[in-house]
């Protein structure tokens, strides 16, 4: 929605189209983190940093994944991962903040 040429879209506002305020809004609802997604991920792919990529968090993703192929590694994710239980809430909330700054909310 926000790749539209000027022109196209100073003609959908002037023609009773979606404001900028509206259109910011449907896409931070498009764009948004949500928490049950994160702690889902956490569940089910949490020994290999799945909640981590959902939440934008590549390079902790990539090592918890590298770390859970091996034992040592492995007992080492198991704690990493009961640690990011606590920590999710915050992550998705930054991760909100940020959506909402780089839309200009």
């Known amino acids: 929605m926000t790749d ?3 022109g196209i879209r100073h003609h959908i506002n002037q023609s009773g189209g979606l404001s900028n305020d509206a259109r910011v809004l449907m896409l ?3 764009n948004k983190k949500t ?3 994160a702690y889902l991920l956490w569940f089910f792919l949490g020994w290999f940093g ?3 990529f959902y939440l934008g ?3 902790v993703a990539v090592a918890q994944l ?3 192929l091996t034992v040592v590694g492995l007992i080492i994710t198991i704690v990493w991962v009961l640690v990011d239980a606590f920590l999710i809430p915050s992550w998705v909330r930054q991760q909100n ?3 909402a700054a780089q839309l200009g909310a």
């Open 66 to 68: 590298l770390l859970s």
């Open 97 to 99: 903040n940020l959506l």
């Open 57 to 59: 968090r590549t390079g």
């Open 35 to 37: 928490a049950l997604v």
């Open 4 to 6: 539209l040429p000027p």
């Open 28 to 30: 931070f609802e498009a």
């Open 50 to 52: 799945g909640h981590n």
